[in-house]
């Protein structure tokens, strides 16, 4: 197998196809969802807003560039993270795509 933990997550896809996922953000693109993220995951442009519905205290604590960017973002709560820099954690999280951004 040529997943390893320390890399990331290994998701197992339809067909078995298979991924390496880091992020929330390769997570939610790995799973064919559609989310904004203009900036590429640099935590530039904060399109990649989410909220993390349940779970979200497993998952690693908040960066200060993540923080840095969140504060310039309208509509941010306790639950908010940008997806792409939010690492996967090891248990699984519950997130709300966001409509308004
Ligand atoms: S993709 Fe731009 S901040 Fe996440």
Redesign the pocket.
């Known amino acids: 197998m040529w997943c390893f933990r320390r890399v990331g997550i290994c998701l197992v896809l339809r067909k078995g196809r298979r991924v390496i996922v880091t992020t929330l ?1 390769s997570a939610i693109l790995a799973a064919g969802e559609s989310i904004p ?12 807003h989410i909220f993390i519905q349940e779970g979200r205290k497993t998952l690693p604590r908040i960066q200060k560039l993540e923080n840095e ?1 969140l504060d310039t973002l309208v509509g941010v709560s306790s639950k908010s993270r ?4 939010t690492l996967m954690g090891e248990e699984p999280v519950t997130i709300e795509l966001l409509s308004f951004v």
Not at 37 to 48: E, I, L, P, R, V
Not at 82 to 85: E, N, R, T, V
């Open positions: 953000l993220h203009k900036c590429d995951g640099k935590a530039q442009c904060g399109s990649c960017k940008l997806a792409c820099q």
